[in-house]
């Protein structure tokens, strides 16, 4: 995959190049985190990609990447609101559904794109959307964005995998919270604390929101730890850089990132929470 054309963290091209190369793209994505403008550029690079006749896709110039940057692909088709709310209708879902089983005009695929789907669809558009989703046609890619995985059904999350943006928006105070607990846990020697912090993670939506977050925070603990400059310092960082090792720090934002790719292949919740804390356990009792 080509990504001259964005810039985006390197697990995320890591998660990506690796889908495009085992053929294994998902039919849906979600695209939460970072501003509405950076989802909605996110989009646009994954649509050129979808329609893209080169090699290295996307390769942005020939006449299908750019079809997409005018909106005018023929196979690349933006759900429309309705409404002063502009939302997304049963009506408009049923007609994609319709529409989708229909072959490509041009392209390998087709895609649709679902716009801020936690604000602008209701319960009944969704349930639509969810029925679409267990039957899928061939080669189409539905993307979705979203600001929060929480407006977002469980039934429709677990069919969707998500991916997220480098968050450039202020995280709420309960995330931190529980993210903080979690590094807490980590490093007491008690082990009930640890479980009682992962504890939190009950849900797909919200695993998703305070994983990234306990990642961001050993990143900033590892950087401390060699001594390099920081705007801000986090106190339980500064506390992680002094009682854990460089090559422990790496480990544990290794196993985040492990656990936020088993969240996004749908392992089961309570599953995850008892390998993490195994992970979290084994990496800080080891001897190195």
Not at 55 to 78: L, Q, W
Not at 137 to 150: D, P, R, V
Not at 207 to 235: F, G, K, T, Y
Not at 264 to 279: F, Q
Request: proline fraction near 2%; include cysteine.
């Amino acid at each position: 995959m080509n990504f001259s054309a964005i810039s985006l963290r390197e697990e995320l091209k890591g998660q990506l190049s690796s889908m495009e190369q085992s053929r294994r793209m998902p039919h849906a994505l979600v695209i939460t985190g970072g501003s509405h403008a950076s989802r909605e550029e996110f989009v646009r690079f994954l649509c050129m990609w979808a329609v893209c006749k080169e090699a290295d896709k996307p390769c942005t110039e020939c006449s299908a990447c750019i079809k997409v940057k005018s909106g005018n692909h023929i196979d690349v088709y933006t759900a429309k609101g309705t409404g002063k709310t502009d939302s997304i209708s049963v009506d408009e879902i049923r007609n994609i559904t319709r529409d989708s089983i229909v072959i490509p005009n041009d392209a390998d695929r087709k895609v649709y794109i679902l716009t801020d789907a936690d604000k602008r669809m209701n319960q009944e558009a969704l349930n639509a959307f969810l029925k679409t989703l267990e039957e899928p046609a061939q080669n189409i890619l539905f993307l979705l964005t979203a600001e929060s995985l929480k407006a977002l059904p469980q039934t429709i999350l677990s069919r969707c995998t998500a991916l997220t943006l480098e968050n450039d928006v202020s995280i709420s105070a309960e995330i931190y919270e529980d993210a903080v607990n979690i590094l807490k846990g980590i490093v007491d020697t008690n082990e009930l604390e640890l479980l009682k912090a992962t504890a939190v993670l009950s849900t797909r939506a919200k695993a998703l929101e305070i994983l990234p977050v306990v990642r961001s925070m050993l990143c900033d603990a590892l950087s401390l730890s060699v001594n390099a400059p920081r705007a801000e310092e986090d106190q339980v960082c500064r506390v992680l850089s002094k009682k854990l090792t460089k090559s422990k720090l790496i480990a544990l934002m290794d196993a985040t990132s492990d656990a936020i790719s088993k969240v996004n292949r749908n392992v089961g919740l309570t599953l995850l929470s008892t390998w993490l804390c195994g992970e979290y356990r084994r990496i800080t009792s080891c001897a190195t």
